[in-house]
Every structure is written in C-alpha cells, then in structure tokens.
C-alpha cells in the first residue's frame, strides 16, 4: 500500500506530479480541486456552494471538503492506497484525515512537498487560465491564493515534519526530471 500526499502552492505542479505518480504507484490521484470543478460544471448543490468560493481565490470550507474527501477515500479504488492533491490544507483537515485513515488503521506514508518560485507560479498559473478557460486563475486570485497558502497550509508542513514524513521536491524543470526526483525522494 502507497498513501501520499502532495503538497506546494497553487501552481507547483502538484496535477501534474500526481498523475504520473497515480500511474507509477498503480493507486488513483485524489485531487479536491478536480472534484470541486466537476460540481461547479455540473452545477451540483456542492458545486455551486463551492464556486463562490472559488471566485474569490478562497479555500471551500472544511465541512464541504472533509465530506467529500471521507466519501473518495472509502471507495474501492482507494483501499489499496492513493494520492491525496489539495487536502488537507488547514490544521483541521490534518485532524480530520488523521481520523479517516485511523478509522481504516491506516496512516499516511509520505508527504512530497513541491517547491516552486512565486513568480514562476504566477507565470504557470496566468498560462493554465488560457489554455484552460479558468475564469477563477486571474492574477489578483492567484496571488491571494498564495497568500491563503502561506497562512492555512504552510503550517501542515511543520506538523508533517515532526512526524518525519515530508519529502522536499524542487517542482521546477521538466517533468521526468521532477518525476524522477520525486521517486528518488520517496526511497
């Protein structure tokens, strides 16, 4: 069993990672923000609950989140492990993974942390909004959204840290190579 968790700023690559992750590991890729887009497209109660937050650049609340999050990881796919992109990112969902993996007697095995610089973000993010259609990527968004990262979910590397689960990835370069340094980190 593989449980991971990927976490970086808004931008970092972590989809990206995930995915190839997902496939070397044979687990599936847990993204929250994949799960909050596909409501807001099909204009589901959550979805629409979900996009006004999203418009402004600020995180759906933790209620919203954990539920579904509980809900993804009790399906078949995900017993014999996942990768989790996008949660937890407050101390409360912290708590509240612990509990939903501790309900399972499972754990978390390791947290890649994704670096990336600011501006690079920024940069990837206005280019994604493009080629992507995403009304919620403008500049002004983007840069509250690091600012709402620094403050709720930078925090979670310490508590990660301390249990000496967090593995630092550069998320710059081409993205074998990021691929690469990610396997290498987790070995």
């Known amino acids: 069993m593989t449980r991971l968790l990927l976490i970086g700023t808004p931008g970092a690559g972590k989809g990206t990672q995930a995915a190839r992750l997902a496939e070397a590991f044979g687990i599936p890729a847990i993204s929250t923000g994949d799960i909050f887009r596909a409501n807001v497209k099909n204009e589901t109660e959550l979805g629409r609950q979900a996009k006004a937050?999203?418009?402004?650049?600020?995180?759906?609340?933790?209620?919203?989140?954990?539920?579904?999050?509980?809900?993804?990881?009790?399906?078949?796919?995900?017993?014999?492990?996942?990768?989790?992109?996008?949660?937890?990112?407050?101390?409360?969902?912290?708590?509240?993974?612990?509990?939903?993996?501790?309900?399972q007697g499972e754990a978390l095995d390791a947290v890649v942390q994704l670096t990336a610089d600011t501006d690079e973000v920024v940069r990837r993010l206005l280019n994604r909004a493009i080629e992507q259609g995403r009304a919620d990527d403008t500049e002004e968004v983007i840069r509250h959204r690091l600012d709402v990262y620094e403050e709720q979910t930078a925090p979670l590397i310490e508590v990660y840290s301390a249990r000496n689960l967090v593995r630092e990835v550069d998320g710059l370069g081409a993205v074998a190579d990021v691929t690469e340094r990610i396997l290498s980190a987790l070995k």
Do not use: W
């Not at 937050?53 to 989140?65: A, C, I, N, Q, W």
């Open 53 to 103: 937050f999203m418009d402004r650049g600020e995180y759906v609340p933790d209620t919203l989140t954990n539920a579904l999050v509980r809900d993804r990881l009790s399906q078949e796919d995900a017993k014999n492990g996942f990768l989790l992109d996008g949660y937890p990112r407050t101390a409360d969902q912290v708590t509240e993974l612990d509990h939903i993996l501790a309900e």
